[in-house]
């Protein structure tokens, strides 16, 4: 199993956390629409690749819910979705082979960041104008928990 990227959005839709780990299958395409124009060949800041990563999980999980499939996934990727009772959304993009990791985003909501960020007194409550997650612990927690849960 290959995890391509994790995301966490808060509830006001803003990208509170993003780490990437594989750039992306070398044989896929990456056409996106950014702004109504296509990105086809250029390279997506990534303030711009979490708004897209966001506008596809909000796409999808509403087409999702209307034609009642279990699944968010691409010829080239599969999307993983977690929204916590308080509209923390995490967001995890894997390899089309793996199943599905809403018990293991569930886990990393209530193992790593709970613990870490929400009982952090220094960790702000919200995070107005996109200021990040930004804890030591959370990190080397997460690419413990990846490295020995997905990938080993």
């Known amino acids: 199993m290959v995890v391509y990227s994790f995301y966490v959005f808060d509830r006001h839709a803003e990208?509170?956390?993003k780490k990437k780990w594989v750039p992306g299958p070398a044989g896929s395409s990456k056409t996106a629409l950014l702004n109504g124009a296509p990105t086809q060949g250029r390279v997506l800041s990534a303030e711009d690749d979490a708004k897209l990563v966001f506008g596809t999980v909000f796409s999808l999980r509403n087409l999702v819910r209307k034609l009642g499939g279990p699944e968010d996934k691409t010829?080239?990727?599969k999307l993983h979705y977690y929204e916590?009772?308080?509209n923390l959304k995490?967001?995890?993009v894997t390899d089309t082979k793996t199943s599905n990791l809403r018990i293991v985003l569930h886990q990393i909501y209530v193992s790593l960041?709970?613990?870490?960020v929400v009982k952090n007194p220094l960790s702000p409550l919200e995070h107005p104008g996109g200021i990040g997650?930004?804890?030591?612990l959370f990190e080397l927690g997460l690419e413990q928990f990846i490295a020995g849960s997905l990938q080993g």
């Open 15 to 17: 990208c509170i956390y």
């Open 75 to 77: 010829g080239h990727y």
């Open 84 to 86: 916590t009772p308080t």
């Open 90 to 92: 995490f967001v995890m």
């Open 113 to 116: 960041f709970v613990e870490y």
């Open 133 to 136: 997650v930004n804890c030591e």
